[in-house]
Nanobody, 122 residues
Framework: QLQLVESGGGLVQPGGSLRLSCAAS????????IGWFRQAPGKEREGVSC????????TNADSVKGRFTISRDNAKNTVYLQMNSLKPEDTGVYYC???????????????WGQGTQVTVSS
């Protein structure tokens, strides 16, 4: 069974950091395109960052460039999202998703994780 499970969300102050994890099962993250999406209250889901299967090419949304870093650990079959310099507008539920390349920030497959809540507030 193909599955993605997110973890690592929480409450953090503005300017703080969090690292989200996405553990995959049923397939190898090394061979699939995986992205992080988020949804803030009352807003549409937004593609944040994605990593290409194989060569590991990365695409980031303009809103997170220079602050968020996506990576993967093939041995742990896990994709990470390191989030630094967090802002209140980064608040939302973050999802790990299988995506299509090259438009990975807007083209997703049917496999989503359950999401993890990130709240940035003082």
């Amino acid at each position: 069974q193909l599955q993605l499970v997110e973890s690592g969300g929480g409450l953090v102050q503005p300017g703080g950091s969090l690292r989200l994890s996405c553990a995959a099962s049923g397939f190898s993250v090394n061979f699939y395109n995986i992205g992080w999406f988020r949804q803030a209250p009352g807003k549409e889901r937004e593609g944040v960052s994605c990593i290409k299967g194989g060569d590991g090419s990365i695409t980031n949304a303009d809103s997170v460039k220079g602050r968020f870093t996506i990576s993967r650990d093939n041995a742990k079959n896990t994709v990470y999202l390191q989030m630094n310099s967090l802002k209140p507008e980064d608040t939302g539920v973050y999802y790990c998703v299988l995506v299509h390349w090259p438009k990975c920030l807007s083209s997703t497959s049917g496999l989503w994780g359950q999401g993890t809540q990130v709240t940035v507030s003082s």
